[in-house]
């Protein structure tokens, strides 16, 4: 088991500027940091990596798709945008040496139809993520799809769900993610959620209901460490927390104030997933 931080809750574009934070995460106690990909190419990313591997950190990473992008979108053209950020993607992952890459990447995120989802849109993305994690696999990274709330995603929302679209693609560099702020809104037990998913699960996300300090809401967090010891999970734990400190990006994953202190999120929240997690 490993612990990790994920970068938004300081910026959605990690530069030499930030440096001075993540040795702080390093002192604190953590295992690895996250970074969000949306900006970059392999010169920046392999810099970073070469920074990150030098402090003994390990990478995860996260990425979405804009509606221009979306892989399941009857639109070929705009399946394969989303193919080629995908594959962006995962050559930015593999110059800073992530384990993997994270997120909503088999649609776009707050895109809707307005109808359910559709065997085919779910078979499109299905085809999709296959050659993606083709791809994946020739640089050793692991695609995890994630399944968001019904307010922000449509075409996968719970550990069923998602079971269903990892199960279809069934290739060995694409696994499932799972995010306890989600869960806490789709699920009708985290328990049997983290059961279902667990023959796939190959990172967590620690989030709290108001994407606060982990701890200090209502999710059912006993509920949640004791079944990831009890399914046998040993990959990354990483608090996923945001703030307004960048506002454009906070506009758009709709954060409209800061949850928790900056220094209490990280601080408390590794000293409670720690705790949380001790045999």
């Not at 990447?105 to 499109?124: G, L, M």
Request: proline share 4%.
């Amino acid at each position: 088991m490993k612990i990790g931080m994920n970068m938004l809750l300081w910026t959605n574009h990690v530069t030499e500027e930030h440096f001075g934070i993540v040795e702080t995460l390093k002192k604190t106690g953590y295992d690895g940091i996250e970074l969000y990909m949306g900006d970059g190419d392999v010169e920046h990313y392999k810099k970073l990596g070469d920074y990150f591997k030098s402090l003994g950190l390990g990478v995860t990473t996260v990425t979405g798709l804009a509606p221009e992008e979306n892989i399941s979108s009857e639109d070929k053209t705009i399946r394969q945008n989303g193919l080629d950020r995908l594959k962006w993607a995962i050559d930015n992952a593999e110059a800073l040496g992530a384990e993997n890459i994270c997120g909503p990447i088999h649609s776009s995120f707050a895109f809707f139809s307005r109808q359910p989802p559709t065997a085919d849109e779910r078979n499109r993305s299905t085809e999709m993520l296959y050659q993606a994690a083709e791809y994946a696999a020739n640089a050793n990274i692991m695609l995890c799809p994630e399944a968001l709330n019904r307010f922000e995603c449509y075409l996968y929302n719970t550990m069923a769900d998602l079971k269903t679209l990892v199960e279809a693609v069934n290739h060995p560099n694409l696994g499932a993610m799972y995010d306890t702020h989600h869960a806490n809104i789709e699920e009708k037990s985290q328990a049997k959620a983290l059961r279902t998913i667990a023959p796939y699960l190959k990172h967590v996300h620690i989030s709290e209901n108001d994407r606060g300090t982990p701890g200090s809401g209502q999710i059912n967090w006993k509920e949640v460490f004791d079944t990831l010891k009890e399914t046998g999970y040993d990959g990354w734990l990483t608090i996923e927390a945001f703030s307004t400190v960048i506002p454009e990006f906070a506009n758009a994953i709709n954060v409209w104030r800061d949850y928790s202190p900056m220094e209490e999120v990280f601080k408390e929240g590794y000293s409670f997933i720690k705790k949380g997690m001790a045999v």
